[in-house]
């Protein structure tokens, strides 16, 4: 199992928090995630008496957010093993992690399995990972189709992500679509009138 890569270290009594019960292992994980010390992720787990669902999505999250999308997404499946079942967070850091490692496939199904097998309703921050994560596949038609079909109006992040996908791959066509939506999402901005190709 995977440590957490961290950037300095922090002075108190780590096996103090870890023999706590899940408050205590919850403030070790933040710590963890926020502070960066390295810490075995199965000796957090093994500290914690009782694993909810606030300590699960901490740590997926962290870990998606951090680039380790395989630790992340094997911290899922553990997660379901244990007979957690995971909420619209959890997703969120699981289709944040497929962003990290590209696999378009696994995003999408776990988009699917978040709406069908879990009865989640996608929030706007869900749809901006896929938005995210389909271009850097090259399906820059998908991700504006997924645009399209969302239940809520596209907000700027979104917009502008498109936008520079579009430029990234050099698709003129759908990049004036994309501009268009932007400067109807943010018409009083004149920065987004200079954003069609890098000068």
């Known amino acids: 199992m995977s440590n957490f890569i961290i950037?300095?270290?922090?002075p108190f009594s780590i096996t103090a928090d870890l023999t706590a019960d899940t408050g205590g292992g919850q403030g070790l994980a933040i710590g963890v995630l926020n502070l960066a010390i390295v810490i075995p992720q199965s000796q957090v787990f093994q500290g914690m008496k009782t694993k909810?669902?606030?300590s699960w999505n901490t740590l997926i999250g962290g870990l998606a957010m951090h680039g380790r999308g395989v630790d992340a997404l094997n911290l899922f499946i553990r997660m379901k093993n244990a007979g957690q079942k995971p909420d619209g967070i959890t997703f969120l850091g699981i289709l944040c992690a497929c962003t990290h490692m590209g696999p378009v496939e696994d995003g999408l199904a776990y988009f699917q399995s978040m709406v069908h097998d879990n009865s989640i309703v996608p929030q706007i921050e869900h749809y901006g990972c896929m938005v995210d994560l389909l271009p850097r596949a090259g399906r820059l038609e998908q991700a504006m189709d997924f645009v399209s079909k969302m239940p809520m109006e596209p907000d700027v992040v979104i917009g502008a992500g498109l936008l520079g996908a579009c430029r990234t791959h050099k698709n003129v066509e759908l990049?004036?679509?994309?501009?268009?939506r932007l400067i109807e999402l943010e018409p009083k901005n004149p920065a987004n009138y200079g954003k069609m190709w890098p000068s």
């Open 7 to 10: 950037t300095y270290s922090i």
């Open 175 to 180: 990049a004036e679509v994309a501009l268009q």
């Open 52 to 54: 909810d669902l606030i």
